[in-house]
């Protein structure tokens, strides 16, 4: 079965980096669509980024243009979030996702906490 399992979130302070990562399995990577998303406590969850199936078509949120960015090693299966510059409002558990037949698949998520 799908399964994305993410990886790399924690606290770090405003200005900082961290890197996320999410481990694809279950399904022909190199054939769909990456995402990430995030949900902030009370707010509905957000698109943060997408990468076609090629890597070669992306997409960001305007809140992160500029600031993160998506990457994929389809030997590898996984997809990343590379997010610098982060800010207090970047806070949010992350969430990997992609789309298939059957509809969206979505990992446990990883707290990302941005704060001084």
């Known amino acids: 079965q799908v399964q994305l399992v993410e990886s790399g979130g924690g606290l770090v302070q405003p200005g900082g980096s961290l890197r996320l990562s999410c481990a694809a399995s279950?399904?022909?990577?190199?054939?769909?669509?990456m995402a990430w998303f995030r949900q902030a406590p009370g707010k509905e969850r957000e698109l943060v980024a997408r990468?076609?199936?090629?890597?070669?078509?992306?997409n960001y949120a305007d809140s992160v243009k500029g600031r993160f960015t998506i990457s994929r090693d389809n030997a590898k299966n996984t997809v990343y979030l590379q997010m610098n510059s982060l800010k207090p409002e970047d806070t949010a558990v992350y969430y990997c996702?992609?789309?298939?037949?059957?509809?969206?698949?979505w990992g446990q998520g990883t707290q990302v906490t941005v704060s001084s």
């Open positions: 990468i076609s199936f090629t890597g070669f078509t992306i």
């Open positions: 279950g399904f022909t990577f190199s054939s769909y669509a």
């Open positions: 996702n992609t789309r298939g037949a059957r509809g969206d698949y």
